[in-house]
């Protein structure tokens, strides 16, 4: 069995307090808080493993990332990735969901045949929760999101999908795609015991000529979406300490609401 | 120059934090109200390779170096220095055995250590100090086939939860008349004393060693008889110093953070007191320590993975880093003013934590002396 996980770079959440966005190019200056693989991706990461202990094979990683990368990628392999491939080219910048999808694909196609591609639900920075469908839409096999569950029997993928309010059964052929959910499992912290022999595995980097996909399909050049504009909503609210007893502040507290017509 | 961490000793540090803040920070509660260690915690530190840090692959352990061990250290000892020195001194009985022991004590202790079978120590304190080697009283009298122990060792971190610690004792005089053992507890004679009850550092094991007539084989000597001076000055200087630079630098980073958190949350005159200039300089000479101790302790860990002459450093690391957490956490202590000596407040546990630092593993006054040496000679 070979399973492919797809692992992002994204800034380290319990930082995020400390992200800014460049004005000019409306971009994250990601230099300023340390990268981490995106929390979701790692329950990718451990679904893996826990199926590759199951079923045998091998797990592949791919990120399409700065060459910063790198480490995100020793620490997939770090966690059981066999083989990593950083896809990396100054021509995928600004590339939105389906420019990034267009790259993983043809990465996928590059590394040969596979079984089953895992992917967080969705990035931490981004939040789209799209990448995972459009690769699978671009690969023509199925596809299941935000399963927090999964298993093979008898060659078929078995996964319960998170659906709004209600759990969905599903069952597909394989090779397919499943996007995990963060209840789909308890992920490891990094086993330093293997951290020295994955930093010694070679990670491949391949560009869009290594891909063989044309400038204009990638990157900003190859993204349908642009984005115009990014701001922090200013904020008019306005604190206002009720006085009284914790009787007279409730009586002051309906009346406002009534008077702000929303209680009736 | 390149200040940033290699990527394997990135991904040490952030695993080391996230450790510390799933695994570790719950238990502080209980450690700081029992004082006990909780012995379910030496799997876990094991099972997350934090004890095999600095042990060779071949043995069980990682082999991440010393600047990976040095941030890993810190970011355990944020949450609790106490966990930090039990880990650091554990450090301290790998690398001696690794340095100094036989082929058989290497492939008997070092395995078992990373696994977390125990935590390690090395003995050298006694009840008259630790800082005059040559003085020590405890003795190993050479004995038909072995050697035979008197005498006691006090204030040893991980006593009860060693199961073979390194212990130095007399088998000559002068320099060349100190010498190392290993005894596996259960020996004949090998007695533990109390559990100490310190004033910081809860949670961190600290005990005596009891040795009378206590009989142990030949093969329980590390090193040379005569060298265990060698065995204890490398392992404190290049081992437990910069383990407790990197223990009192976690405690600085969490004092900054407390310092920073009140500042900006209590208010008074109607506004937060970090807009107060009192408060603003206080908060930037912890900034500042903070800086400066890691740049200290970072550069002489990275001379040791290099393999340079580092003794200096070390010590110049524990010196600096435990002195400037001590002035920081007091710092830190006062912006919170009176909330600071509420048992609420974690900032106290700062300043009793870096207390206990200043003489562990050589005083402010034992550092001066072996930095001046080197400046001078």
């Given at each position: 069995?070979?399973?492919?996980?797809?692992?992002?770079?994204?800034?380290?959440?319990?930082?995020?307090d400390?992200?800014?966005?460049?004005?000019?190019?409306?971009?994250?200056r990601r230099?300023?808080?340390p990268?981490?693989?995106n929390?979701?991706?790692?329950?990718?990461?451990?679904a893996?493993?826990?199926l590759?202990?199951?079923?045998?094979?091998?797990?592949?990683a791919?990120?399409?990332?700065?060459?910063?990368?790198?480490?995100?990628l020793?620490e997939?392999?770090?966690?059981?990735?066999d083989?990593?491939c950083?896809?990396?080219?100054?021509?995928?910048?600004?590339?939105d969901?389906?420019?990034?999808?267009?790259?993983?694909?043809?990465?996928?196609?590059k590394?040969?045949?596979?079984?089953?591609?895992?992917c967080g639900?969705?990035?931490?920075?981004g939040?789209?929760?799209?990448?995972?469908?459009?690769?699978?839409?671009?690969?023509g096999?199925?596809?299941l999101t935000?399963?927090?569950?999964?298993?093979?029997?008898?060659?078929?993928?078995?996964?319960h999908?998170?659906?709004?309010?209600?759990?969905?059964?599903?069952?597909?052929?394989l090779?397919?795609?499943?996007?995990l959910d963060?209840?789909?499992?308890?992920?490891?912290l990094?086993?330093?015991?293997?951290?020295?022999a994955?930093?010694s595995?070679?990670?491949?980097?391949?560009?869009?000529r290594d891909?063989?996909?044309?400038?204009?399909?990638v990157?900003?050049?190859?993204?349908?979406?642009?984005m115009?504009?990014?701001?922090?909503?200013?904020?008019?609210?306005?604190g206002?300490?009720?006085?009284?007893?914790?009787?007279?502040?409730a009586?002051?507290?309906?009346?406002?609401?009534?008077?702000?017509k929303?209680?009736? | 120059m390149?200040?940033?961490?290699?990527?394997p000793?990135k991904?040490v540090?952030r695993?080391?934090?996230?450790?510390?803040?799933?695994?570790?920070?719950?238990?502080v509660?209980?450690?700081?109200?029992?004082?006990?260690?909780?012995?379910p915690?030496?799997k876990?530190l094991?099972e997350?390779g934090?004890?095999?840090?600095v042990?060779?692959?071949?043995?069980?352990?990682?082999?991440?170096?010393?600047?990976?061990?040095?941030?890993?250290?810190?970011?355990?000892?944020?949450?609790?220095?106490a966990?930090?020195?039990?880990l650091?001194?554990h450090?301290?009985?790998?690398?001696?055995?690794?340095?100094?022991g036989s082929k058989?004590?290497k492939?008997r202790?070092?395995?078992?250590?990373?696994?977390g079978?125990f935590l390690?120590?090395?003995?050298?304190?006694?009840?008259?100090?630790?800082s005059?080697?040559?003085?020590m009283?405890?003795?190993?009298?050479?004995?038909r086939?072995g050697?035979?122990?008197?005498?006691?060792?006090c204030?040893i971190?991980?006593?009860?939860l060693?199961?073979?610690?390194?212990?130095?004792?007399?088998?000559?005089?002068?320099s060349?008349?100190l010498?190392?053992?290993?005894i596996?507890?259960?020996?004949?004679g090998?007695?533990l004393?109390?559990?100490e009850h310190?004033m910081?550092?809860?949670?961190a094991?600290t005990?005596e060693?009891?040795?009378?007539?206590?009989?142990?084989?030949?093969?329980?000597?590390?090193?040379?008889?005569?060298e265990?001076?060698?065995?204890?000055?490398?392992?404190?200087?290049e081992?437990?110093?910069?383990?407790m630079?990197?223990?009192?630098?976690?405690?600085l980073?969490?004092a900054?953070d407390?310092?920073?958190?009140?500042s900006k949350?209590?208010?008074?005159?109607?506004?937060?007191?970090?807009?107060?200039q009192?408060?603003?300089?206080n908060?930037?000479?912890?900034?500042?320590?903070?800086?400066?101790?890691r740049?200290?302790?970072?550069?002489?860990?990275?001379?040791?993975?290099?393999?340079?002459?580092?003794?200096?450093?070390?010590?110049?690391?524990?010196?600096y880093?435990?002195?400037?957490?001590?002035?920081?956490s007091?710092?830190?202590?006062?912006?919170?003013?009176?909330?600071?000596?509420?048992?609420?407040y974690?900032?106290?546990?700062?300043?009793r934590d870096?207390?206990v630092c200043i003489s562990?593993?050589?005083?402010?006054e034992?550092?001066?002396?072996?930095?001046?040496?080197?400046?001078?000679?």
């Amino acid at each position: 069995m070979h399973i492919i996980v797809c692992v992002k770079p994204v800034p380290d959440p319990s930082r995020f307090d400390k992200l800014r966005l460049d004005p000019d190019t409306m971009l994250l200056r990601r230099d300023e808080v340390p990268s981490v693989i995106n929390p979701l991706d790692r329950n990718a990461l451990e679904a893996a493993a826990a199926l590759k202990a199951r079923h045998k094979g091998r797990v592949s990683a791919l990120a399409m990332a700065a060459p910063g990368a790198l480490e995100q990628l020793q620490e997939a392999l770090a966690l059981g990735c066999d083989r990593a491939c950083l896809l990396t080219d100054p021509a995928f910048a600004g590339a939105d969901t389906l420019a990034t999808a267009r790259v993983l694909a043809a990465a996928v196609r590059k590394l040969g045949r596979f079984d089953l591609i895992l992917c967080g639900g969705y990035s931490a920075d981004g939040s789209t929760g799209q990448v995972g469908p459009q690769l699978a839409e671009l690969l023509g096999i199925p596809d299941l999101t935000f399963a927090r569950s999964l298993e093979i029997k008898r060659k078929k993928l078995h996964a319960h999908c998170l659906r709004e309010e209600r759990q969905a059964v599903c069952e597909t052929e394989l090779p397919a795609l499943v996007t995990l959910d963060q209840s789909a499992n308890a992920p490891r912290l990094t086993p330093l015991a293997s951290l020295r022999a994955a930093a010694s595995k070679k990670i491949s980097a391949w560009s869009a000529r290594d891909l063989k996909l044309a400038p204009s399909g990638v990157g900003l050049a190859g993204s349908p979406t642009r984005m115009l504009n990014i701001f922090t909503p200013p904020v008019k609210r306005r604190g206002e300490m009720l006085q009284g007893s914790p009787d007279e502040a409730a009586a002051q507290l309906l009346e406002r609401l009534r008077k702000d017509k929303v209680l009736s | 120059m390149d200040f940033d961490f290699p990527n394997p000793v990135k991904i040490v540090q952030r695993t080391a934090r996230d450790f510390a803040r799933q695994v570790v920070a719950p238990l502080v509660p209980e450690m700081e109200r029992s004082g006990k260690f909780p012995k379910p915690l030496i799997k876990q530190l094991a099972e997350v390779g934090l004890l095999g840090l600095v042990t060779p692959r071949r043995y069980g352990g990682s082999e991440l170096g010393w600047l990976a061990r040095t941030a890993a250290v810190a970011e355990v000892s944020k949450v609790s220095a106490a966990v930090g020195i039990s880990l650091q001194v554990h450090h301290m009985q790998s690398a001696a055995v690794n340095d100094w022991g036989s082929k058989a004590q290497k492939e008997r202790l070092l395995p078992r250590m990373c696994r977390g079978e125990f935590l390690g120590t090395c003995a050298v304190t006694e009840p008259t100090g630790g800082s005059d080697l040559v003085g020590m009283a405890s003795t190993a009298a050479r004995a038909r086939g072995g050697y035979v122990l008197n005498g006691s060792k006090c204030y040893i971190t991980n006593a009860h939860l060693c199961a073979a610690p390194l212990i130095i004792a007399k088998t000559g005089e002068g320099s060349r008349g100190l010498s190392a053992f290993i005894i596996e507890k259960g020996a004949q004679g090998f007695s533990l004393g109390r559990e100490e009850h310190k004033m910081g550092l809860l949670g961190a094991d600290t005990g005596e060693f009891f040795f009378k007539n206590c009989r142990v084989p030949e093969s329980a000597l590390v090193a040379d008889e005569g060298e265990g001076m060698k065995v204890a000055l490398k392992t404190i200087g290049e081992v437990g110093r910069p383990g407790m630079a990197a223990v009192s630098l976690g405690i600085l980073e969490a004092a900054f953070d407390e310092a920073v958190k009140f500042s900006k949350s209590r208010t008074l005159y109607g506004k937060p007191i970090a807009a107060l200039q009192a408060i603003q300089w206080n908060v930037a000479d912890i900034l500042t320590d903070l800086e400066t101790a890691r740049l200290v302790c970072y550069r002489a860990s990275w001379l040791k993975d290099r393999g340079r002459d580092c003794a200096t450093h070390m010590t110049m690391a524990k010196l600096y880093t435990t002195e400037a957490a001590l002035r920081a956490s007091r710092k830190a202590l006062e912006i919170h003013g009176g909330c600071g000596t509420m048992l609420d407040y974690p900032v106290q546990r700062c300043f009793r934590d870096a207390m206990v630092c200043i003489s562990a593993g050589g005083t402010t006054e034992v550092g001066k002396i072996v930095v001046s040496r080197a400046a001078l000679n």
